[in-house]
């Protein structure tokens, strides 16, 4: 029988203070989020400073829930991984001082993980067929990422965002039209009330890449809208108004996926990231690939924004690579999907 390999894995690179037991990568034994959306929804979004001090309020708990939900105790535990990047260099700070106190206290393995390659991972969790290689289209707040997935833990990036990231550009028009934050979610249930085709707005692409993603002329161009309607002293349809925005978005999205699925004649495709949770871009992709014939994943909603658990699903790949981390393994804020830190021994 194979071993289990229990890992006990740590998020804080944004908002959320997460942590799991995960065995072998797909089962989970806990998941816990603490979530501080109401403490920064007051300031119209994350304030990294707050978010680092509820991280360091908050770990220690987080932790002991995750072993004591699993009924588990340190002792079972084979390895701790953390989120090392991207992010907020002041709460990724927080999950890795927390792994590598316990695995120096404990005397067990740290694995760093990258947050992107944990949000693609989340995938394997309600999918134990789902192996590499793949493509996966990552939307979050801070990335939007056209990638292979060549095998466990290797990645080619095929397309990127030049400007804002696709979650960005859901916060961002949310706060113009009022919503407040995290505008994402509050756009999704708001633009099911209107027209999507409503108004034109021009579908967010870059003219020299296939691939490549661009969301600040989208932005502006509704920000225009909203002006000249404000100057006109016409009254705005926002059901209408952020079903519009959220087409173009979506259409971007599943316009360029589906450019590599045909290019490459990929089989596969899954999305990931907090946007992967929006209903019109789950819709739209689900229809995209069953008309090619392509097998389409998605995490449920809840694994798809912030968690713990993708971390101890991508972890458990690096355990089986062999990656090790030292005692000198840092947060770092803009780690790139593909890099790695000095101090891996494999
Ligand atoms: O992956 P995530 O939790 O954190 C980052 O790594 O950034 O993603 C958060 C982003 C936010 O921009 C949020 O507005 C967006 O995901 N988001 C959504 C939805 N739920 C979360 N965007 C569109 N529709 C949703 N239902
Ligand atoms: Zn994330």
Redesign the pocket.
Known sequence: MEKEVKILAIES??D?TAAAVVVNGRRVLSNVINTQIAIHTEYGGVVPEIASRKHIENINPVVIKALSDANLTFDDIDAIAVTYGPGLIGALLVGVAEAKALAWALDKPLVGVH?IEG?ISANYIENPDLEPPFASLVV????THLVMVEEYGKYSIIGRTRDDAA??A??KVARAVGLGY????K??KLAREGNPDAIKFPVAKVSDSVYDFSFSGLKSAVLNYLNQAEMKGEEVNRADLVASFQKSVVDALVGHAMSLVDEKGLKKFAIA???A???ALREAMSKACEERGVKFYRPS?GL???NAVMIGSAAYYEYLAGTRHSWDLNAQANLQLGEKVEGVKR
């Open positions: 690179s944004c959320e947050h949000h979050s707040g801070g990335h979650g960005e859901f916060d995290p505008g994402g979610p756009i999704d990231g907090g946007v949770s929006n209903s909603p798809c924004t912030d």
